[in-house]
Nanobody, 121 residues
């Protein structure tokens, strides 16, 4: 049974930095893509950044130049380094992974439990 365990998050002031990490475990699998989504109160969940296992990345326009996503395939872990944080970055951040389980026939999407990021002075 696959689990995505997130760490990081917390309360920071505008302009500060914060790092998130998410480790996938619980089964034997191949990673297609891992990423981070966020959901602010009253808003829809949105893609923040994603990284393919080969290293290609994709970012939301609102975080380009401030956030960096990376993946460690050996550790099945994705990282999100967030710099120059703004109050509008406040949200619950969810880890997402698209995996192919050993002997599986299709990619399956998994979600972490979410971690709160609050940017406030």
């Amino acid at each position: 049974q696959v689990r995505l365990v997130e760490s990081g998050g917390g309360l920071v002031e505008p302009g500060d930095s914060l790092s998130l990490s998410c480790a996938a475990s619980g089964s034997t699998f191949t990673i297609n893509v891992m990423g981070w989504y966020r959901q602010a109160p009253g808003k829809q969940r949105e893609l923040v950044a994603a990284v393919l296992s080969g290293g290609s990345t994709n970012y939301a326009d609102s975080v380009k130049g401030r956030f960096t996503i990376s993946i460690d395939n050996a550790k099945n872990t994705v990282y999100l380094k967030m710099n120059s944080l703004k109050p509008e970055d406040t949200a619950v951040y969810y880890c997402n992974a698209q995996l192919l389980l050993l002997y599986g026939t299709h990619w399956t999407t998994y979600w972490g439990q979410g971690t709160q990021v609050t940017v406030s002075s």
